[in-house]
């Protein structure tokens, strides 16, 4: 293990939340257009995004939409307005759409990739029991 945490693989602990009994049953994902596209609009963007109490995870992507948001919720009213107030609001947001989590699986765990004889990566298909978006097993988990 110390050998692991030297070397950088493991980059810390986590701490799991369940986020219905923090009074946010609600999970969804944000796909998210911002334009125009540029650094000195995106870094603050992001920050601002990062800082709010919903946000459990932000990613940014290729293709049509440049970011994914993952928010915690009290209600669908509590995700109209977070939606509305922090991100339509927003002169850089040109587009947001909208999809609720049902369901959720933990993948894993992380492993490098496995050889075959011949020297190939190949991956494994074991992925898990599936959990719904209040389970506590699809929590965040929070790096420390």
Known sequence: MSRLRRS??????????DPAKLGRGLEALLMVQVRPHRRELIGPFVERIRALPESRALFHLTGPDDYLVHVAVTDTADLQRLVLDEFTS???VARVETRLIFQ????G??????QDPAGHAHLSADRGPARSAGDD?????VSG
């Open 8 to 17: 950088g693989v493991i980059l810390g602990h986590q701490l799991r939340l």
């Open 137 to 141: 097993a699809g929590h965040p988990r």
């Open 109 to 114: 765990p992380l492993l490098p990739p496995a």
């Open 90 to 92: 927003r002169r850089e």
């Open 104 to 107: 959720q699986w933990d993948c």
